[in-house]
């Protein structure tokens, strides 16, 4: 069941509704999953730390997952050079907790997809999980070993996990659309992933527009991921 509103924080509120019509209009309401947010911290991603816009989106998720689960809680992996292990993200302790997180790992380093993509198959490998998983994986860049990132999320493919990659900056994200387009069933069980990029000020992207794209191709995906029983 998703959270009451009436336990939702005031600012929050505007946000999970509009994650409701969303999922509406895709013919998600009701259904469950556990949402995950993936954040880079690669050099270039300062500035968005430094004016919220990282933040933000992390409340996006959170109003996100308000609808989609019953705890409140998004299990967040930051990564650079490596994966940082999960931390949880509540309803009760998200405001500035992105940035003090952030803060607390120190320098920032460079971008590797892979461990991070790793971090979340095991953490719900290991959760208890009945309900799939919609990763929001953001990043402002093509990862150093993009074979590896190709490996990662095909073999993910057999797994109850859909990826939504969202690019923030002005890259043309030519990586990123190719994993998106990445062929079925020569290279992965299912279509597992979408993309879209959310311009250089994403805080401008309208909140019911970012979850129509996160939202884009998770039917979809779902209805495959049953058939092959990925999904159960």
């Keep these: 069941m998703p959270i009451d509103l009436e336990k939702v924080p005031a600012g929050l509120v505007d946000l999970t509704k509009t994650a409701a019509v ?26 968005y730390y430094q004016d919220g816009t990282v933040q933000h989106l992390a409340e996006q998720a959170l109003g996100l997952s308000a609808n ?10 930051f990564f650079d050079s490596k994966a940082y292990p999960p ?15 952030h803060e607390r790992l120190g320098p920032m380093g460079t971008t590797n997809y892979a461990s991070a993509m790793q971090m979340v198959c095991d953490h719900y490998a290991t959760s208890g999980a009945t309900a799939p998983a919609l990763v929001i994986f953001q ?17 993910a493919s057999k797994l109850p996990i859909h990826w939504a990659f969202v690019g923030f900056g002005r890259d043309r994200f030519e990586f990123l659309r190719k994993l998106d387009d990445l062929a079925v069933p020569k290279k992965r069980a299912v279509d597992n992933a979408t993309f879209f990029p959310a311009g250089d000020d994403p805080r401008r992207m309208d909140d019911g527009l970012l979850y129509d794209q996160l939202m884009a191709e ?15």
């Design 68 to 77: 989609l689960d019953d705890d409140g809680i998004v299990p967040v992996v």
């Design 22 to 47: 969303s999922l509406r209009k895709q013919g998600l309401t009701g259904q469950r999953a556990a949402v995950y947010l993936v954040l880079d911290r690669s050099g270039s991603m300062r500035r």
């Design 218 to 232: 998770y039917p979809q995906w779902l209805a495959a991921a049953r058939s092959l029983e990925i999904v159960r």
């Design 87 to 101: 931390i949880d993200v509540g309803l009760d302790d998200y405001q500035g907790r992105i940035q003090r997180e």
């Design 139 to 155: 990043t402002d860049g093509a990862p150093n070993q993009r074979r590896d990132a190709e490996e990662a999320l095909c073999r």
